[in-house]
């Protein structure tokens, strides 16, 4: 168990990466605090965790609101009796138009969600890792390729990636560190609708979608959340006791930084 002991806050548990993470996260020793603006994803993920014997509570939180974050650290605090994780997952998405044709209303509000938000749950969670820990910050493979309607949401986490740099820097003093780990596709609700609205666009089959960007990578197949969260789950761990300000690719090698 590479996190037994350890206290770690996830933001955005939702149906896809988050829920995954979170049990993995529990079945790897954490004790796993969830916050989401829903509860009903939180709700479920709660009952898997417990029926396998982990330990976990949920809180609703809007990570744009600094009262529900405080509530979130203090939920942990007093459950658990520390923070030393936190994976900040929560995003917003403008939607899938082009940059200058997004609304600035959209715009903005996936600023606040994806890098306010962030900074709100760290600052927060910093605050109270008096023996040093770790955050992970959820990025994406648009940031590194561009792709068509993606620009408001990569900007968003682009500003992320740079913040994560930062607050290695300055957290580091008092043992925190903090890492990226960019996800590309993920084998999951998101993707599932994705290929079924494709197939039907153009006729094809969804397995015919599914094929063409599986083809994309090596390992010839899209990634699973599951299977994804690893990746988070070591720069949570003592296994990266040594690696901070680093952005690990959780991507199948489909993308491949020289």
Known sequence: MILKDEVVIISGVGAGLGAKL??????????????????D???QTLKEITAAGGEAIAVQC????????????????????????????????PGFTDLLDTEEKALRRSMDIT???????SRAAAARMKDGGSIVNVGTMSTR??????????IAKAA???????????????????????????DGPGVRFYLTMTA?????????????????NPLGRIPTDEACAGGILYLLSNYASEVTGAT????GGEYMPA
Not at 171 to 176: A, E, F, N
Not at 248 to 251: A, K, P
């Open 41 to 43: 994803v939180m709700a």
């Open 145 to 154: 390729v561009p792709l068509q309607g993606e620009g408001g949401y990569a």
């Open 115 to 121: 890098l306010y938000g962030a900074l709100n749950m």
């Open 62 to 93: 809007d990570v744009r609101k600094q009262d529900e974050v405080e509530a979130v650290m203090a939920a942990a605090v007093e459950k658990f009796g520390k923070i030393t994780g936190l994976v900040n997952s929560a995003y917003g998405h």
């Open 200 to 216: 039907e666009e153009k006729g094809i089959t969804e397995q015919e979608v599914y094929d063409d960007i599986a083809s994309r």
């Open 248 to 251: 690990l690719d959780v991507n």
């Open 160 to 186: 992320m990636g740079a913040a994560s740099q930062y607050m290695a820097l300055e957290l580091g003093s008092k043992g925190i560190r903090v890492n990226q780990a960019i996800l590309g596709w993920l």
């Open 22 to 39: 979170a049990i993995r996260a529990a079945k790897e020793g954490a004790k796993v605090v969830m916050s989401a603006r829903s509860a």
